[in-house]
């Protein structure tokens, strides 16, 4: 079964960092490339960053470009998202799921507040 679990959120103030953690399990996940996405309160759910099976290519949402920086290690099964100079429109759940695949984890939450 595939699952992914996010952590790694919580409470920061503006201009701090977070990173977030999405564990994999069910596929084979160095074949595929992974997302993570964002739903702020009562918004849609968007694209944040995705990065490729292998790592080597990278995007980003305008958003965030030049703030956060996604990575992953194939032998850990694990997508992250480096988040840094953050700002309160940053607050959101953030998730993270794999290419081809529907399945979602439950999120993980970031409020960005002084």
């Known amino acids: 079964q595939v699952q992914f679990v996010e952590s790694g959120g919580g409470l920061v103030q503006p201009g701090g960092s977070l990173r977030l953690s999405c564990a994999a399990s069910?596929?084979?996940?160095?074949?595929?490339?992974m997302s993570w996405y964002r739903q702020p309160p009562e918004k849609e759910r968007e694209l944040v960053a995705h990065?490729?099976?292998?790592?080597?290519?990278?995007t980003y949402a305008d958003s965030v470009k030049g703030r956060f920086t996604i990575s992953r290690d194939n032998a850990k099964n694990t997508v992250y998202l480096q988040m840094n100079s953050l700002k309160p429109e940053d607050t959101a759940v953030y998730f993270c799921?794999?290419?081809?695949?529907?399945?979602w984890g439950q999120g993980t939450q970031v409020t960005v507040s002084s």
């Open positions: 069910g596929f084979t996940f160095r074949r595929y490339g």
């Open positions: 799921k794999a290419d081809g695949w529907t399945n």
């Open positions: 990065i490729s099976s292998t790592g080597s290519t990278t």
